[in-house]
């Protein structure tokens, strides 16, 4: 047993930070995401497979099942698309969109209520910014994996309709990124399990509603307007537009969409946890 | 008397209109042990917060380690160790990963900090619960992973918040050891407690905070000096004949205080005193003549109504 503990000097790093971000951030995000994947290790993996079905369940169903009625769906463009692949980009969407929120809604409020974690974290040289953006960079990775895993099953289909395909999986991180923040900074401000439920009351019917089924143009303009601000049509949009080859500039709107939500969802998340754990 | 680490002046913090501390004043020096004693409610978590650069104040000077913890909150907590009042251990990592991942948080390197791991399960005598959960250590070991936690970086100041509450004997014991150690070694330690013997067996000089305000100052056998006498004399007589004694015994000691259940006689030779109880044809049922404590000047000056 030792009685003395040896002091080593200078273990922790100058502090090299920048004088605009200086008291909010340490540079040293990785910290955080290396906590949760080593945490990972005591996650339950059947709650994490089971984010991954409900997406290819959906898939088998309508896609394969109600899509022997349907046949092709015409698209803006004029592109005639079988009903499988067309809802199938959708659905990669979801997955990316389920598995992001899992973990920067649920956990993120069981971290920060229960756990204390984001206290324990805040008490050391790490800031507010690194904590958010360590933890929503961990969020968005499920929602690669989710994505991944379903891309794989849309290759074996064959819904994959043309090579900018591949350019789905970076567009599947924005948008998981994009949830991911918004969802940690919405969770932050929830306080108990009934504001949590909420939450799920809004994404259930933005999955069946976003122009995941069928075209958007089916809704009178007043609906198209509300559908065409929620997030989760422009993530399906941009995905459905590269994976069916269907490419247009319009495109890049969605991309800027995430760009703003990733930037909104970080600035509250980051406002919040100062507010909440150095005020 | 070197450069201070800590210096507060007329710190306040308000919440609302609420202040919870209300104007204190201190200084810490450095390898100094320093200890805010007070009943719950009394500012002392608060205080700490903002030592710890995670609370701003309202108003008042804060510096620590010579920096202002409103502009410089990274650098001063880099160089801090805080065990806070309830354990905020990270529940989803192992024993040791605790101590990784915690002193990953401060950037240290992987294999150093794997090393500073090993050698703090060792000092907090947890090397054979190395990868054990941390939902199965008892409250003690929890304390001491935590103490081992705060030291990851090896701090200046370790910031120590009621670190034995509700700690069984041993584990206090065992905690205070280590805690007596670091102070050797020259670690400035700041605890808040409300335990009097805690007090007086780590604090080098403390502080006495009620309603957010310092009552007294002072080292522990000075404040016993000037708040209490040399010694105490306890004597009962049964509840009902307490009051009617008190009338009895007036004159004898320093000063006499009558309560529910027992009568103190505060005086320098308490066998004296008790002896001219007896003279006086007075029995008590049960009689106690003891050292004054810090207890007895925690109690004279924050009163012995509950506080809540």
Request: hydrophobic share 45%; net charge neutral.
């Amino acid at each position: 047993m030792t009685t003395t503990l040896p002091t080593s000097p200078a273990l922790v790093p100058a502090q090299t930070r920048s004088r605009f971000l200086g008291s909010i951030y340490a540079g040293n995000s990785r910290a955080v995401l290396g906590r949760g994947l080593l945490a990972t290790r005591t996650s339950n993996y059947w709650i994490v497979l089971s984010g991954f079905f409900e997406p290819v369940l959906y898939l088998l169903s309508l896609g394969i099942g109600l899509g022997s009625l349907i046949g092709t769906v015409t698209t803006a463009t004029g592109q005639h698309v079988p009903y499988a692949a067309y809802i199938a980009p959708a659905l990669l969407a979801v997955s990316a969109m389920n598995g992001a929120i899992y973990d920067s809604t649920w956990n993120v409020f069981f971290k920060m209520n229960y756990g204390k974690l984001y206290e324990g974290m805040l008490a050391t040289s790490i800031g507010p910014f690194d904590v958010a953006l360590g933890e929503i960079a961990f969020a968005l990775l499920r929602g690669l994996l989710y994505a991944i895993g379903f891309m794989i099953v849309m290759q074996f289909f064959g819904l994959n309709l043309a090579w900018t395909a591949l350019l789905a999986l970076p567009a599947v991180v924005l948008i998981a990124f994009g949830f991911a923040s918004l969802g940690m900074a919405i969770t932050s401000y929830m306080k108990t399990f009934q504001q949590m439920d909420w939450i799920n009351f809004v994404m259930l019917p933005m999955f069946i509603f976003s122009a995941t089924f069928y075209p958007i143009t089916v809704y009178p303009p007043a609906m198209q307007y509300i559908i065409e601000a929620l997030p989760l049509w422009h993530g399906v949009e941009l995905i459905r537009g590269l994976t069916t080859g269907d490419l247009s500039w319009g495109l890049l709107w969605h991309v800027l969409y995430f760009a703003a939500m990733i930037t909104v969802g970080l600035i509250f998340t980051t406002k919040r946890l100062r507010a909440l754990f150095l005020a | 008397m070197p450069e201070a680490v800590i210096t507060a002046s007329l710190l306040t913090k308000k919440y609302k209109d609420f202040a919870a501390v209300d104007g204190i004043s201190f200084e810490v020096a450095p390898g100094e042990s320093f200890g805010l004693l007070g009943p719950n409610g009394a500012g002392k978590s608060t205080t700490m917060r903002m030592v710890g650069a995670v609370s701003t104040r309202t108003s008042g000077d804060l510096t620590i380690l010579g920096l202002d913890p409103d502009l410089h909150g990274p650098e001063i907590r880099a160089q801090l160790g805080v065990v806070p009042q309830a354990d905020n251990l990270d529940q989803e990592l192992r024993v040791r990963d605790n101590l990784i991942v915690y002193g990953r948080y401060f950037g240290i390197p992987r294999r150093q900090v794997a090393k500073r791991a090993d050698e703090l399960l060792e000092f907090a005598q947890l090397s054979d619960r190395a990868k054990s959960r941390v939902d199965d250590l008892s409250g003690g070991m929890k304390r001491r992973l935590t103490i081992a936690r705060a030291l990851v970086n090896d701090p200046r100041i370790l910031l120590l918040d009621e670190p034995t509450t509700g700690l069984d004997p041993q584990a206090r014991h065992i905690l205070w050891d280590r805690l007596f150690r670091l102070k050797e070694q020259g670690t400035t330690l700041v605890l808040t407690t409300h335990y009097m013997d805690e007090a007086e067996q780590l604090c080098d000089r403390l502080v006495v905070v009620d309603k957010g305000k310092i009552m007294a100052e002072g080292s522990p056998a000075a404040l016993i000096k000037q708040y209490s006498t040399r010694e105490v004399v306890e004597v009962r007589f049964g509840s009902e004949k307490n009051a009617k004694v008190a009338k009895l015994i007036k004159g004898i000691g320093d000063r006499i205080e009558v309560l529910p259940d027992r009568i103190l006689i505060y005086s320098d030779n308490g066998e004296a005193e008790l002896s001219e109880i007896i003279k006086r044809g007075l029995n008590p049922i049960t009689s106690l003549v003891r050292r004054s404590s810090l207890e007895d000047v925690f109690l004279r000056l924050t009163g012995r109504s509950l506080i809540e």
